[in-house]
C-alpha cells in the first residue's frame, strides 16, 4: 500500500513539472515558429519574438513619464538660457549655464528613448505626470528669473529628475536597467548638482557684499570662462 502511495505522488509530482514545462514553453520565440511553420496550421502568433526580458517592461510607462519630464526640462532650460542671453539681461555665462543644461537634458531623453527600445519598450509621449516643481495651483511657470533665482531653480530641477532616477531605479529590480541608470544618470547628477550648489552659495554670499551689482557680472565671467574652457 505504502508503495502504490509512493508512486501515485511521484507521478503527480511528475505530471505537475510536465504541465509547468508546457505553459512555460509557450512563453518561447521558438515555441510560437514552430506553431507558425507547423504544415497545416493558420496560426502565424510570434509574440514572444521581441527584445522583452528581466523586468524591464514592469517600468516603461514610469521610462516614458521619465523622457517626457527631460524634454520638458530641456525647454525650460532653454528659455532661461534666451533670457540670460538677451541685451537686457546681458549674462553670457547663465546663458552658456542654461544651454548646456538644455542640451544635456534633451541628450538624455534622446538615449533614454533608445535604451526604452533596445529593451523591448515603447516611448508614450503621452505619459506625463504633474509637475511637482510647480507651486502651489500657479499654471504659470516665470523664466525672466535673477541669477541667483535661476540658480537655485536649477538646483531644484535636477534634485527632482535625481529623485525620478532613484525611483525608476528602486522600482524597476532589472540588473541591466538599473546599471545603465547608475552610469547614464546617478553618476551625473551628483555632480551636477554638486557644482550647482557651490554656484548657488557662492553668489549668495557674493550678493551680500557692498558692490553686488559688480559681483554678479564678475561671477557671469568666471561661469562663462569656466564653462567655455
Known amino acids: 500500500m505504502k508503495g502504490l502511495l509512493g508512486f501515485v505522488a511521484v507521478a503527480l509530482v511528475v505530471a505537475l513539472a510536465s504541465a509547468e514545462t508546457i505553459a512555460e514553453s509557450e512563453n518561447y520565440c521558438y515555441h ?3 506553431i507558425s511553420c507547423s504544415a497545416g496550421s493558420e496560426e502565424s502568433s510570434s509574440t514572444n519574438c521581441n527584445a522583452v526580458y528581466g523586468n ?9 513619464n521619465y523622457v517626457n519630464t527631460h524634454i520638458t526640462r530641456s ?4 528659455l532661461m538660457s534666451t533670457h540670460f542671453g538677451s541685451y537686457e539681461a546681458n549674462r553670457p555665462g547663465f546663458e552658456k549655464l542654461f544651454r548646456i543644461l538644455s542640451d544635456q537634458a534633451w541628450n538624455h531623453a534622446q538615449d533614454l528613448i533608445k535604451h526604452m527600445t533596445k529593451r523591448g519598450g515603447r516611448m508614450d509621449f503621452d505619459h506625463r505626470e504633474d509637475d511637482k516643481l510647480t507651486e502651489g495651483n500657479v499654471k504659470k511657470v516665470v523664466y525672466e528669473l535673477r541669477e541667483l533665482e535661476g540658480l537655485a531653480r536649477a538646483l531644484d530641477i535636477q534634485k527632482s529628475l535625481a529623485k525620478q532616477a532613484f525611483n525608476l531605479h528602486k522600482k524597476s529590480k532589472d540588473p541591466e536597467l538599473n546599471h545603465y541608470l547608475e552610469e547614464a544618470f546617478i553618476e551625473g547628477h551628483a555632480d551636477t548638482i554638486r557644482n550647482l ?3 548657488t552659495a557662492d553668489l ?3 550678493s551680500k557684499g557692498p558692490d553686488a551689482s559688480l559681483s554678479v557680472y564678475l561671477f557671469d565671467e568666471y561661469l562663462f570662462n569656466k564653462l567655455s574652457g
Open 32 to 34: 510560437d515558429i514552430s
Open 204 to 206: 549668495k554670499s557674493l
Open 75 to 78: 525647454f525650460q532650460y532653454l
Open 56 to 64: 524591464a517592461g514592469s517600468v516603461m510607462e514610469e521610462m516614458s
Open 197 to 199: 550648489a557651490g554656484h
